[in-house]
Nanobody, 127 residues
Framework: HVQLVESGGGSVQTGGSLRLSCVAAGYAGDMRYMGWFRQVPGEEREGVAVLQMHGAGHSYGHGVKDRFTISRDNAKNTVHLQMDSLKPEDSARYIC?????????????????????WGQGTQVTVS
């Protein structure tokens, strides 16, 4: 049973930083893609940052590229999201996503893409 375990959310003041982490627990192989979406109640999920776990491909969502950095730990099927210069509009539930090695994606930031796993999410609040 595969589970995406997220950590690192919380409350921070404007301009502060948070680091999110996500590990794909219970998966014996290597994930091909891992990353983060975010969602505010009543709105559609928005792609934040996704990367290839064994390649150079990556994508950042609108408005976060210069402030957020996604990184990986291949050996542990783990992805991190360093979020700096946080703004109130970054407040959302941040949800980890992952796709297995046999899955190929075209638009990493599309919430309708065929991700195999979605986490429960971790809340980020910026005030």
């Amino acid at each position: 049973h595969v589970q995406l375990v997220e950590s690192g959310g919380g409350s921070v003041q404007t301009g502060g930083s948070l680091r999110l982490s996500c590990v794909a627990a219970g998966y014996a192989g290597d994930m091909r893609y891992m990353g983060w979406f975010r969602q505010v109640p009543g709105e559609e999920r928005e792609g934040v940052a996704v990367l290839q776990m064994h390649g150079a491909g990556h994508s950042y969502g609108h408005g976060v590229k210069d402030r957020f950095t996604i990184s990986r730990d291949n050996a542990k099927n783990t992805v991190h999201l360093q979020m700096d210069s946080l703004k109130p509009e970054d407040s959302a539930r941040y949800i980890c996503v992952a796709a297995r090695d046999e899955t190929y994606l075209l638009n990493y930031l599309d919430p309708n893409e065929r991700y195999d796993y979605w986490g429960q999410g971790t809340q980020v609040t910026v005030s």
